[in-house]
């Protein structure tokens, strides 16, 4: 299994600033994905990192809020841009090995006061 | 798209016995159906998944099956312990590989009573 790190794990961020999480995979990967987290619910997609391309975004998400950067198959970043704290969440990177299996970071547990 | 319906949302179970979460899907061309447990502060850990082409998987005291006709699939965990008490996934996808996406349901919060 792939072996993800991703930094910050925690932060508390003031409204109006911008935070980056970087995550980082021990192996090369074919999909690396960024999902969001409320407190006590599901997982929702926010987009596809897309390696030397701009990312493929869900509905609800958009660049300008969320920005992502893929630059190789091992690195990914996501910018959580003009905070508010509607914004104060669990985000996970997730990465796809061949053969479909999905697995999670350990997240970024964010705050925003 | 996909619709991913999980239920209980919680579930209590004396140590010991049994418990079982159940799922159901709703695009027949999913073909792939992980379980997820989620403990307190950490990211999903994958726990077990299964295929389109099999109707049971089992590890240790952990099981799924799936039903492909009627479209729901189950997670079994048996003797339960402490530290099966958690948050579990389940999720549905075609391949995660393409364009296609994995779906979630909205978890089942696991209490294991003493």
């Known amino acids: 299994s792939a072996v993800i790190s991703q930094k910050p794990s925690r932060d508390i961020c003031q409204r109006g600033t911008s935070l980056t999480i970087q995550c980082q995979v021990d192996?090369?990967?074919?999909?690396m994905f960024w999902y969001r987290q409320q407190p006590g619910q599901s997982l929702t997609l926010i987009a596809t990192?897309?390696?030397?391309?701009?990312?493929?975004?869900e509905s609800g998400f958009v660049i300008d809020k969320f920005p992502i950067s893929r630059p190789n198959l091992t690195f990914s970043t996501l910018t959580v841009s003009n905070m508010s704290p509607e914004d104060s969440s669990i985000y996970l990177c997730?990465?796809?090995?061949?053969?479909?299996?999905?697995?999670f970071g350990e997240g970024s547990w964010l705050t925003v006061v | 798209g996909e619709n991913v319906e999980q239920h209980p949302s919680t579930l209590s179970v004396q140590e010991g016995d049994s418990a079982v979460i159940k799922c159901t899907y709703s695009?027949?061309?999913?073909?792939?159906f992980p379980w997820y447990k989620q403990e307190l502060g950490k990211g999903p850990q994958l726990i077990i998944d299964?295929?389109?082409?099999?109707g049971e998987k089992k590890d240790q005291r952990i099981a799924v099956t799936l039903n492909k006709t009627a479209k729901h699939f189950s997670l079994h965990i048996t003797e339960t312990q402490p530290e099966d008490s958690a948050v579990y996934f389940c999720?549905?996808?075609?391949?995660?590989?393409?364009?296609?996406?994995?779906?979630f349901g909205k978890g089942t919060r696991l209490h294991i009573l003493p």
């Open positions: 997730s990465v796809a090995s061949i053969g479909d299996t999905i697995y």
């Open positions: 299964i295929r389109s082409n099999v």
């Open positions: 999720a549905a996808s075609i391949a995660v590989n393409r364009d296609d996406k994995i779906i």
């Open positions: 192996s090369q990967v074919t999909m």
């Open positions: 990192a897309n390696q030397g391309s701009e990312a493929t975004y």
């Open positions: 695009d027949s061309a999913s073909n792939y």
